[in-house]
């Protein structure tokens, strides 16, 4: 196992990833096991760690651009991050090619999740969905936010992926968050999750920081090139690739079965 193969191929994927506009947690773990035969525990340690990196950069991008609610995203996250440092250690009593099938099925979901997300009839109704949920009562946002970041932070900490289907929809459909400020403030949600999801796998022994190393400079390089091209491509080839990532990831995974 080259590292200069492995930084290839994490820029490469980096530009795809930017393309797409997606987190690509699943994708990294598929590569990580396909390609490279890392063991899946390290692949979801150092899945998780290298969003604390991405998701960071996009944090303060997106509230730098008002898409960011930051006190309703922090809170949301804070239980994430019990609920991601919980799941770890659930995630270490899972045998590995248990840990495979689970994890690749909810990669498959994440990819059905985006698909609804961006099909034309969720679409017609973000506008009525924020409308109906603009005013949430202190009382039922804080049970909400326990509850959602509880459940995404768990599914984070047990399959090392960052949640971002399941954060968006619950941000839109449950607070009744424009579709701009729910993409941004996932971001933010997912920086406490991601941190704590990533000292729990360290605890355990399962992050590689040498590996860490060259999947962050490898896809934050090149998710900054494709990120360039997202702009020229044609709305159905983004919608597309936003879709099949996480269905891609979850057939790499199955190919190390």
């Not at 947690?25 to 390609?35: E, T, Y």
């Not at 604390?52 to 944090?59: D, Q, R, W």
């Not at 941000?171 to 991601?194: D, N, R, S, Y």
């Not at 709305?235 to 690739?241: E, V």
């Amino acid at each position: 196992m080259a590292n200069v193969e492995i930084l290839a191929t994490m820029l490469l994927m980096g530009m795809i990833l930017g393309f797409a506009g997606t987190g690509g947690s699943g994708f990294i773990i598929g590569i990580l096991l396909a390609v490279f035969h890392i063991p899946v525990h390290t692949a979801l340690g150092t899945s998780i760690a290298a969003m604390v990196f991405t998701t960071l950069s996009g944090s303060v991008s997106h509230f730098r651009e008002g898409n960011a609610r930051l006190r309703s995203g922090l809170i949301i996250g804070t239980f994430g991050a019990g609920g991601a440092y919980a799941g770890t250690f659930v995630a270490r009593m899972i045998a590995a090619e248990q840990l495979i099938w689970l994890t690749s099925g909810m990669l498959f979901i994440s990819g059905l999740l985006i698909w609804l997300r961006t099909s034309k009839v969720f679409a017609a109704k973000e506008q009525a969905l924020a409308e109906e949920s603009a005013e949430i009562k202190k009382v039922r946002f804080w049970v909400l936010a326990a509850v959602t970041g509880l459940v995404t932070g768990s599914l984070s900490g047990v399959f090392g992926i960052g949640s971002t289907p399941f954060i968006q929809l619950a941000l839109l459909i449950l607070f009744g968050f424009p579709l701009k400020q729910a993409v941004g403030t996932t971001m933010v949600v997912i920086l406490p999750i991601a941190l704590f999801g990533s000292i729990g796998f360290f605890q355990a022994g399962f992050l590689d920081f040498v590996l860490l190393t060259q999947v962050v400079a490898g896809t934050m390089i090149g998710s900054y090139i494709g990120a360039k091209f997202t702009k020229r491509a044609p709305k159905l080839l983004l919608r597309t690739a936003m879709i099949m990532t996480p269905i891609a990831g979850s057939l790499l995974m199955l190919v190390n079965t």
